[in-house]
């Protein structure tokens, strides 16, 4: 039966994992949800949605000759449901200016 957030890929497997803004952009340690059960992550500091990590081993449990499969964790930052007015206060002020289409064109 097909796993709520897991995909298997042979003997690896893949999700994707929600990050909050804070843990994208100052990096630190998330709990992920493994076969074995939950591990802590270290998400790089400037992490952007798509970032790909790899928790060695954690894929399909080894079985015969066969090697366990690798876990892949695409980050997915993800936005509070509700607004939150201390994070829009600080968008509204923030003065960075980047393009974040640049490879699209």
């Not at 449990?61 to 090697?67: F, L, T, V, Y």
């Not at 509070?80 to 829009?88: F, I, T, W």
């Amino acid at each position: 039966a097909p796993h709520p957030f897991i995909v298997r890929d042979g003997a690896d497997l893949r999700m994707d994992l929600p990050v909050s803004l804070k843990e994208a952009v100052a990096g630190g340690k998330v709990p992920v949800p493994t076969l074995s059960g939950t591990l802590s992550l270290s998400v790089p500091e400037g992490s952007n949605t798509g970032t790909t990590l790899r928790l060695k081993g954690k894929g399909v449990p080894a079985h015969g000759k066969a090697e366990a499969g690798d876990l892949y964790v695409r980050l997915v930052v993800t936005l509070p449901d509700k607004p939150d007015p201390d994070l829009k206060a600080f968008v509204d002020n923030w003065t960075a200016s980047y393009d974040p289409r640049a490879r699209l064109k």
